[in-house]
Structure formats: C-alpha cells, structure tokens
Nanobody, 117 residues
Framework: QVQLVESGGGLVQPGGSLRLSCAAS????????MGWYRQAPGKQRELVAR???????MYAGSVEGRFTVSRDNAKNTVYLQMDSLKPEDTAVYYC???????????WGQGTQVTVSS
C-alpha cells in the first residue's frame, strides 16, 4: 500500500526558512508526479508546487521565487524548500503522489507550518 509521510513543519518567524520532506513507500517513485499542497483555516486546499517525473517544476504565483520543489528518486523523497516565509504561508502542507490518467492519487497526512513572530 502506497504511503506518504511528511515531516519538517513547525513554527518559524517571518523571513525564515523551513524544508519539508515527503517520504514515499512507492516502488516506482520516479514515475510519479509529486505535488505540495496547502490548506489554511477556512480556505480551500491549493496547489503550491509540483514536480513531474522528468524533473520539470511549476509553482503557484504566491510562492514563485521563494519556494523550491525537488526530488531524490534514490531516496523516494520529495522536498519543499521554503524561504522568505510570510504569515500568509501558514497552513497545513500536504504531499500528493499522482500517476497516470485518470490519475491514481495518494495524499500524505499533512504537516503544520506556522509563520509568526
């Protein structure tokens, strides 16, 4: 059974950095597109960043230039480096694995990121 486990969340001051990790128990991890999503209280879940199997990336406009998504296929892990954090980045961050079409989707349990002074 495919599982995703996020880690690296926490409390950080505005302007600070965090790196989230998502470890996947997938035998063919390199074939999956991996995404980071977030959900703030009272808001819908939104796409933050995505990296496909070939390594191409895309970002939400609100995080472009501040966040970097990467993957290590040898470790079955995807990362989200978050720099210059703002209070509005506060949310639960989720990792998602996506394969095929219609896509087979797997979600992680989420990790809380709080940006506050």
């Amino acid at each position: 059974q495919v599982q995703l486990v996020e880690s690296g969340g926490g409390l950080v001051q505005p302007g600070g950095s965090l790196r989230l990790s998502c470890a996947a128990s997938i035998s063919t991890f390199e074939a999956y597109a991996m995404g980071w999503y977030r959900q703030a209280p009272g808001k819908q879940r939104e796409l933050v960043a995505r990296i496909i199997s070939g390594g191409s990336t895309m970002y939400a406009g609100s995080v472009e230039g501040r966040f970097t998504v990467s993957r290590d296929n040898a470790k079955n892990t995807v990362y989200l480096q978050m720099d210059s954090l703002k209070p509005e980045d506060t949310a639960v961050y989720y990792c998602r694995a996506e394969l095929g079409g219609p896509p087979y989707l797997v979600w992680g349990q989420g990790t809380q990121v709080t940006v506050s002074s």
